[in-house]
């Protein structure tokens, strides 16, 4: 049961954002308010439960690419457009309502973003010693992506620019490996 209303909370959080309500999950499970509270607590462990399944995904999917025998560039690239088995659903306000919503699951979030700048700086740093990548600052190029990351996670900026967050990725490790100069 508990897959099925984790399954339903993905879908009310493409529909509404994180602003749906329990009830709103009960209807459209056409169950009682009851049978929801049986499997989670609150909306709080809900949301949770959902997260822990989210940064799993992403989690397995780093591990993959930084345990695969491609060069550093390419897991770099491979890395920075990692995203959730359901990336569309962060074209809406998600992060700005964790936040501010759920700040211990934003907490968990954040460990999980940390442990990904960690995995990145690495990568940087092997496709240096490769001499795949120029001598760079690292915690400038950290910081450049902590930044990036930040604003992808806006729903205004990606909207403004009509961009999705996929888009945003694409483009960001486009500007990093390739540069802004024009080749000649």
């Known amino acids: 049961m508990r897959e ?51 940064l799993a995904d992403m989690e397995r999917q780093e591990e993959q690419i930084c345990a695969s025998a491609a060069k550093p560039t390419e897991k770099l690239r491979q890395l920075l457009t990692v995203h959730p088995y ?16 759920f700040p211990a699951q934003w907490q968990v979030v954040e460990k999980a973003r940390l442990k990904r700048q960690e995995r990145l700086e690495r990568l940087i740093e092997e496709g240096v010693a490769a001499g795949e990548l120029r001598p760079i600052h690292i915690g400038i190029v950290s910081q450049l992506l ?18 999705t967050y996929k888009e945003a990725m694409r ?11 024009r080749k000649s």
Not at 146 to 152: C, H, T
């Open 146 to 163: 902590r930044g990036a990351f930040d604003s992808f996670t806006s729903y205004s900026f990606l909207d403004k620019n009509a961009l």
């Open 4 to 54: 099925f209303i984790i399954a339903a909370a993905m879908e009310e959080i493409r529909e509404r954002g994180l602003r749906f309500t329990m009830q709103d999950l009960a209807t459209r499970l056409k169950v009682s308010k009851r049978s929801l509270y049986e499997n989670f607590t609150s909306k709080e462990e809900l949301i949770g439960a959902l997260l822990e399944i989210i």
């Open 86 to 101: 359901d990336v569309e659903m962060f074209n809406k306000n998600i992060y700005e309502d964790l936040k501010r919503m």
């Open 171 to 181: 483009e960001l490790v486009d500007i990093l490996l390739q540069g802004l100069e």
